[in-house]
């Protein structure tokens, strides 16, 4: 077992630095440069005067000494002016030149300095990995539940009705991307022209304008049912669907099983074999598809904060990406992959942990 | 409970129809089926595969699914009927009263719970025992199957466990509310033949200490003579001739129990003199059923607008206890008559030397441990394997599972090569050759007949294009036009009709399959053929005819045939010399009467008790195996045999616990791997040995 | 001239679509009639689900198709004072020609922008899932069958793109500056060398023990395939024929680099179960080249789980195509697709919903016929 998560653990880190290594890369081409050289000093620059912006700020040296110093593994650059001041990848308005280390990097905890927001990456990030942090724990206590059940009811007796209309719901629900979905709940709920906002608000239900409210923003400062329903709903349709349908499959098959024949004619009642036998062996595919579904929630949630205006990790992204943003686009993905990753591991051990037969052998 | 009387039968099957529904018609399953079990009876169902032997036994369970249901009749037991019963009443009789086992056991078992949970369930649900108490008689019960080590096992999850042993838990887990009826579903047809030998034993044992009746289903007469009382011979979907045992296997009144006897290769059959006769035609599908009598196209006794002009009824037979019919003409036709005399033949004898092996070694290393960690081990899947065969010879490899026969194949044919030794083929040394490196000629002479016929062909493609495709990659044939023509004369040497050629592999049935394969491998002339279990997924009538043809091939092409098998009845019947493996080793070879009769390897003598035969005349010593076979990848030190053999305390000192015994060469150039002494193996007794060899009455 | 109510909006939507109903008849006609002969696509029709999905698919196709004659204007004319213009809104100064499902806030006619847009989605999502497809398949298959280091190391790289989050791959490579490094040729020329190198081995498996023929096919297929290849990957072609813009090739390339992974550990998975068949043993005992047995013996038994997954990546890849348009990274900032059109729509969403719902409508139906097409199919290739 510990061979294993060794043997995993240097996969995943493997994974990461070619990962980030390919961001790195595509972020810093040369395009991008000029274009970070012109956004952070004259938009106005001659081409020569680009250069040798990019020269004096470190941006011409190897891709791969870069990515080591991005990464804290080579010294940073450091560049002497014509007028004898010292600049350099370390030093900065609060650090002086002699007192500063030669490498700051990730593995430092240094994240650099976002280009957009004027601040440092770690703060921006911490914050808006707050705040999806919130969205996500919603999403997860909405959807899992949500999506095992009807998994569950629908595949525990295969071709009646409750399956019928559980796998139709299920199946319009992963058809409907989070921009689809979220238009439609906003139209419907949020909107104070169109679906039932105005219908309820002629018979004064409502106080405000709307039944929820169409943006999120006010939820980064205070959650409530309102202001966080829409966003949640969103992102948890798409998976439910998902996850319902896995789950679905997977009690199909366990429930035509031998060992289902054997435990009924053994004489163990219907519901007894669904919790007893049925059920430990149809939530393991179900569980390593959730816990893969970690990443890919990602990108509902970048749509979804976007969509509905609030500022966490998915918006920041977007921000950091629209703008070139080196740095905090690098820690973003730092922080995407690890997820990724870290997910992914851990649904390999859960799996060998509730399948005995990998475990014990 | 209402009171019942023991004299009455315990199960009561009253014609007894189920049908099947799917969206385009009603598929009959059974039909007018009707047997009784009294108690403490095992009463033995036998036929063929979709004759709807298993659909009776799941209709008494009352578990058809959701398209299966019961059309008429009535099953009684113990007085009530199950037919109307409700699934809340069911439930009670559903484990506690009738128990059932079917064929994986493995399956049968949840994998993700403790088996000593799975068994205290029982009499947790139907004596509301508590948890403790429940596992204690679980306990009892392990011990009962006859496994070591209960606790160990009562906290062990299924996959630890053998099959052997999987399948004694499944039967410990039938007789844990101690029922009154147990119905066995082809109980052994997944296990080794020694592995089979003691489930039967137990379940004979078990059933006789518990005064449990029996439904035993199987379509192996032999096991069902071992096993039985009464019979019960269904086809397709009827039951044809119901009896005793002895009855019906010695004075059957059904010409398709006749025919299915004679199908099978009984000791006394033999491949020149005494051919098997195979049932000609196929077997109805259920909605192409005849008019009339079911089994009519294919009998030889058919009379037209008799047979074939409405329903047949059961008859009774005079002078027998409820010995009962499905024959019009039974009374007509004369049952002592010896079969009409097949085509004798003469025996070939064996050409120049073809195929030499020396030494052959195969190992594999495998990394073992859960997650791919842990240290590389070695198995040895052959060991030292040397001998030669001839043109026109049949050499049989005998072995259960994991005794290296299948590696040898791949090994022979070039997917694998040797670790060590030498393969001659012909005059060329091919132990190193891959098969992408031997030439076209090396490789079409030496092809190989499969044995899942379900999986021998490729789904996708046509019957015909798939034997073209073998005559073009054979370099046969000078055109495209040239090449169908030697297709359909390939078809019409393995006997099927040329229309074949067009038809996808699912349009076709087992056997047929088995014939396109047959065709494939002969495409380029094939002279040395490996054929690996090429009968054993066939049922026993379809056997005989696809035997019967190899042999026939074999002897118009002078080809070498390497028939690999499990099945010693088989073996007996058609080869020359035989080859017996255990665990890599060839522990005994010799021709196949020095294989056959004293003095044997231990390992050959048990395989040998093991094997049932489905004739009464015949009389077996019974030696059953303790344990199963060791697993390949952790064998025995010293003789791979050592674990299981009942010998081992004739042999002096540790000499088998410590060294691989040597081969020893006996009269005749038989070999036997064994460190008894001659005088030991000299003096053993025959196992099989026949009751007075009078004309069958 | 009033507005129309929304009874008269259908009806003449409805009218509109006339060419589709007639195709779509045909098509149930034909096949109903034909079903028993037609193998799994014939089948299909006994199963509603696949019917139900079926028709919206085809329904989907078939407007594609006659695009040109269900529209009612053109759509990307600005028509003075349709601003945001409601459905049924009459048009100004045309006597009666309506806005049917209303304007956009361009002033642009909303119904037969959503047409128009049936026809870019129709034609970009299958051909990328194709290549993808192909892509998925060539290595998948070596990768399972051969296994080893050459397993590892496929595997290894479709993990890595799996792991790579979408929409942060999209924003690096679907921008205009990277057009300039030449990645997206790169990367083009490589993934639709895929489908060349595909049939060429294909044929040649499969013919080799005849060479002319085997010449003739092989020849005939990498003249066809280089010349697409080289004016595809490469905008190189002489004749013209075969072109893609630059901002289309690089969405495209996205979307097949996003989903080839995900088929190749598909392939690879049934290629690992698949080739412990006797029949594949058989290929090889008569010495059949690895190749022959990937391609001919393996690959159309695979086909089952293959042609589902088909379906429902079509749909998957409407949807990243829709995502795609959704962050402003379209196929171009005029074109009627989906995606870009929700994006539109959704900034005015609370006061004028219609044109961000439409889009988002056709999307959600178009994909969810595929869901019911794919499980339609599913269910019916287990009936065997």
Redesign the interface.
């Known amino acids: 077992?510990l061979?294993?998560i060794l043997?995993r653990s240097g996969?995943m880190v493997l994974?990461a630095l070619?990962?980030t290594f390919?961001?790195f890369f595509?972020?810093n081409?040369?395009?991008?440069l000029e274009?970070l050289a012109k956004s952070e000093a004259s938009v106005r620059m001659s081409d020569d005067q680009v250069a040798s912006w990019l020269d004096s700020h470190g941006f011409t040296r190897p891709l791969l000494a870069r990515y080591g110093e991005w990464l804290g593994v080579v010294p940073g650059w450091t560049h002497t002016d014509a007028s004898g001041r010292v600049t350099g990848r370390c030093i900065g308005p609060d650090r002086a030149a002699d007192a500063a280390p030669a490498r700051c990097g990730v593995l430092q905890g240094e994240w650099g300095q976002s280009s957009v927001f004027k601040r440092p990456v770690s703060e921006i990030l911490a914050r808006s990995l707050g705040h999806t942090g919130w969205l996500m724990l919603w999403v997860m206590l909405v959807m899992v539940p949500t999506a095992l059940l009807i998994g569950v009811l629908s595949g525990m007796r295969e071709?009646t009705a409750t399956d019928r209309i559980l796998s139709t719901f299920a199946?319009?629900t992963?058809?409907?991307?989070e921009?689809?979905s979220g238009?439609?709940l906003?139209?419907v709920f949020?909107?104070?022209?169109?679906?039932i906002s105005p219908i309820l608000a002629e018979w004064g239900w409502i106080s405000g304008r709307?039944l929820f409210q169409?943006t999120a923003t006010s939820a980064m400062t205070k959650i409530t049912f309102w202001n966080f329903g829409l966003p949640v709903i969103t992102i948890a349709l798409y998976g439910i669907g998902y996850i319902a349908r896995m789950t679905r499959a997977s009690m199909t098959e366990v429930m035509t099983?031998?060992?289902i024949?054997?435990?009924?004619?053994?004489?163990?009642?219907?519901a007894?074999i669904i919790v007893?036998?049925a059920l430990?062996?149809a939530l393991?595919a179900p569980f390593t598809v959730i816990m893969l579904q970690f990443?890919w929630l990602?990108?509902g949630v970048?749509?979804v904060e976007?969509?509905f205006n609030y500022k966490g990790f998915?918006w920041t992204?977007?921000q950091a990406?629209?703008n070139?943003d080196i740095q905090l686009?690098l820690a973003?993905?730092v922080v995407?992959?690890l997820v990724?990753?870290v997910t992914?591991l851990i649904s390999d051990i859960g799996y060998?942990f509730?399948?005995?037969?990998?475990?014990?052998? | 409970m209402t009171e019942w009387d023991t004299s009455k039968p315990i199960l009561e099957i009253e014609n007894l129809s189920i049908s099947f529904f799917t969206r385009l018609r009603e598929i009959p399953a059974v039909m007018d089926f009707s047997c009784s079990v009294m108690p403490g009876e095992a009463m033995g169902l036998v036929g063929e595969s979709g004759c709807g032997k298993s659909t009776v036994a799941l209709a008494v369970?009352r578990?058809l699914g959701?398209n299966g249901r019961i059309t008429a009749g009535s099953i009684r037991f113990k007085g009530r009927d199950l037919t109307h019963m409700t699934?809340d009443d069911l439930?009670?009789?559903?484990?506690?009263e009738i128990?059932?086992i079917?064929q994986?056991p493995m399956?049968?078992?949840?994998?993700?719970?403790r088996v000593g949970d799975q068994l205290a369930?029982?009499p947790m649900?139907?004596r509301g025992l508590s948890h403790a108490d429940a596992m204690a008689q679980a306990r009892q019960i392990i011990s009962d199957v006859r496994l070591p080590d209960p606790d160990r096992i009562l906290r062990a999850?299924p996959?630890?466990l053998s099959g052997g042993q999987q399948q004694r838990i499944?039967i410990a887990?039938a007789l844990m509310a101690k029922p009154a009826l147990l119905i066995l579903d082809e109980p052994t047809t997944a296990l080794d033949v020694t592995v089979e030998a003691g489930i039967v034993d137990l379940v004979k044992d078990l059933g006789r200490k518990y005064g449990t009746s029996m439904l035993f289903i199987s379509h192996n007469l032999g096991l069902i003579l071992d096993v039985c009382n009464r019979l019960c011979v269904m086809y397709s979907g009827e039951a044809v001739e119901t009896g005793t045992v002895t009855e019906v296997f010695d004075r059957m009144r059904h010409p398709y129990t006749q025919a299915l006897f004679r199908s099978i290769p009984l000791p006394g059959a033999d491949k020149n003199a005494r051919p098997l006769i195979a049932i000609p035609g196929n077997f109805p599908l259920p909605h192409e059923r005849p008019r009339g009598c079911n089994f009519g196209p294919r009998c030889d006794y058919f009379e037209a607008g008799r047979c074939d002009a409405a329903t047949v009824p059961m008859d009774l037979v005079p002078g027998s206890s409820r010995h009962e019919t499905r024959c019009l003409r039974w009374r007509d036709i004369d049952w002592a008559a010896p079969p009409k005399a097949g085509r004798v033949t003469e025996k070939l004898a064996p050409g120049r030397l073809v195929l030499k092996l020396e030494d052959l070694k195969k190992y594999y290393s495998v990394s073992s441990?859960?997650?791919?960690?842990?240290a590389e081990k070695v198995v040895k899947a052959n060991e030292s394997l040397s001998f030669e065969a001839r043109e026109n010879e049949t050499l049989a490899i005998v072995g259960e599972s994991g005794c290296g026969k299948s590696t040898f194949a791949k090994v022979l044919m070039g997917l694998e090569t040797a670790t060590d030794g030498q393969i001659m083929l012909f005059d060329e040394n091919v132990q190193d050759t891959p098969i992408q490196a031997r030439n076209t000629d090396t490789v079409s002479k030496l092809q190989m007949v499969f044995q899942n016929p379900f999986d021998t062909l490729n789904p996708s493609m046509t019957v015909g294009r798939q034997i073209i495709r073998a005559l073009e990659i054979f370099q046969k044939g000078t055109s495209d036009a040239d090449r169908v023509e030697r297709m359909l004369t390939l078809m019409d040497m393995v006997k099927l009709p040329r229309a074949f050629a067009d038809r996808m592999p699912r349009q076709l049935s087992g056997g047929q399959k088995q014939r396109v394969g047959i065709a494939r491998a002969f495409a380029g002339g094939a002279k040395i053929v490996v054929a690996d279990e090429p009968v054993s997924a066939l049922d026993v009538s379809v056997q005989a005819a696809v035997t019967d043809l190899l042999m026939d091939i074999q002897r118009e092409n002078h080809t070498t045939l390497l028939f690999i098998s499990h099945d010693l009845s088989i073996v007996r019947y058609l080869s020359d010399r035989v080859m017996v493996m255990y665990l890599g080793h060839v522990v005994e070879m010799g021709t196949t009467d020095q294989v056959f009769s004293p003095p044997y390897h231990p390992y050959t003598e048990a395989l040998l008790s093991a094997v049932p035969i489905a004739d009464t005349r015949v009389k077996k010593r019974r030696i059953v195996l303790e344990g199963d076979i060791p697993s390949a990848m952790n064998p025995p030190p010293g003789c791979p045999f050592q674990t299981r053999c009942r010998w081992k305390t004739e042999v002096p000192g540790d000499l088998c616990d410590t060294d691989l015994p040597p081969v020893k060469v006996m009269a005749g150039g038989h070999q036997i791997k064994c460190h008894l002494s001659d005088d030991i193996l000299n003096g053993m007794e025959p196992v099989i040995s026949m009751a007075a060899d009078e004309a069958r009455g | 001239m009033d507005p129309l109510t929304w009874p008269l909006i259908l009806a003449k939507m409805a009218v509109q679509f006339v060419p589709v109903w007639i195709a779509l008849g045909l098509t149930f006609a034909l096949s109903w009639h034909y079903r028993r002969r037609l193998g799994l696509y014939g089948q299909l029709y006994d199963s509603s689900v696949g019917r139900l999905g079926f028709a919206i698919v085809m329904f989907w196709v078939f407007t594609a198709l006659f695009a040109d004659l269900i529209v009612t204007h053109d759509p990307l004319a600005q028509l003075s004072g349709m601003k945001n213009a409601l459905p049924g809104a009459p048009v100004k100064g045309s006597e009666g020609t309506w806005y049917l499902l209303g304007g956009d806030n361009l002033a642009r006619d909303v119904f037969s922008r959503m047409v128009m847009g049936a026809r870019r989605v129709l034609i970009i999502a299958p051909a990328a899932t194709v290549i993808a497809f192909m892509v998925g398949i060539t290595l998948g298959l070596p990768a399972g069958y051969f296994g080893g280091k050459l397993d590892t190391a496929l595997s290894?790289i479709a993990?890595?793109v799996l792991?790579?989050?979408?929409?942060?791959l999209f924003?690096?490579?679907v921008t205009p500056?990277?057009r300039?490094?030449g990645?997206p040729t790169a990367l083009a020329a490589v993934l639709f060398l895929f489908p060349v190198i595909f049939v060429a081995v294909l044929l040649n498996s499969r013919y080799f023990t005849n060479p002319p023929r085997r010449n003739l096919y092989v020849g005939a297929s990498l003249a066809l395939g280089l010349w697409a290849y080289s004016g595809l990957a490469f905008n190189m072609d002489p004749t013209g024929l075969w072109s893609m813009d630059p901002n289309l090739l690089n969405v495209f390339v996205s979307v097949v680099f996003v989903n080839a992974p995900t088929v190749f550990r598909i392939v690879r998975g049934i290629v690992l179960d698949l080739k412990s068949r006797d029949y594949v043993a058989a290929g090889q005992t008569r010495g059949e080249g690895p190749w022959y047995i990937m391609l001919w013996e393996i690959l159309p038994n695979a086909r089952g789980p293959l042609i589902v997954d088909f379906c429902l990546r079509i749909?998957y890849t409407t949807?990243l195509l829709?995502?795609l348009g959704?962050?402003g990274l379209g196929v171009s900032p005029e074109s009627a697709d989906w995606?870009s059109t929700?994006?539109d729509?959704?900034r005015l969403?609370?006061?004028?919903?219609h044109p961000?719902?439409v889009p988002?409508?056709a999307?959600?139906?178009l994909?969810?016929g595929?869901?019911?097409l794919a499980?339609g199919l599913r269910e019916e290739s287990m009936r065997d």
Do not use: W
């Open positions: 077992m061979f294993f043997r996969v994974t070619a990962l390919v961001v595509m972020t081409l040369t395009p991008n274009k071709g199946i319009a992963t058809a409907t991307p921009y689809v238009v439609i906003i139209v949020g909107s104070a022209t169109a679906g709307t169409g099983q031998q060992y024949r054997t435990a009924r004619l053994k004489g163990v009642s219907f007894q007893k036998h430990r062996n393991i990443p990602l990108n970048v749509i976007t969509l998915g992204l977007v990406a629209g070139n686009l973003c993905s995407a992959v990724v990753l992914q060998v509730l399948n005995p037969r990998i475990r014990l052998s | 369970m578990d959701r699934e439930r009670h009789i559903r484990g506690k128990a059932m079917y994986e399956a049968s078992l949840n994998p993700a719970m369930e029982v649900i139907h999850y996959h630890q499944v887990m441990g859960a997650f791919g960690g842990g | 290894f993990n890595l792991a790579f989050p979408v929409i942060l924003y690096l490579l500056e990277i300039v490094t990645i749909g949807i829709g995502t959704f962050f995606g929700i994006d729509g959704r969403l609370a006061i004028y919903p961000a719902v988002a409508l999307l959600m139906s994909v969810l595929l869901n019911l499980d």
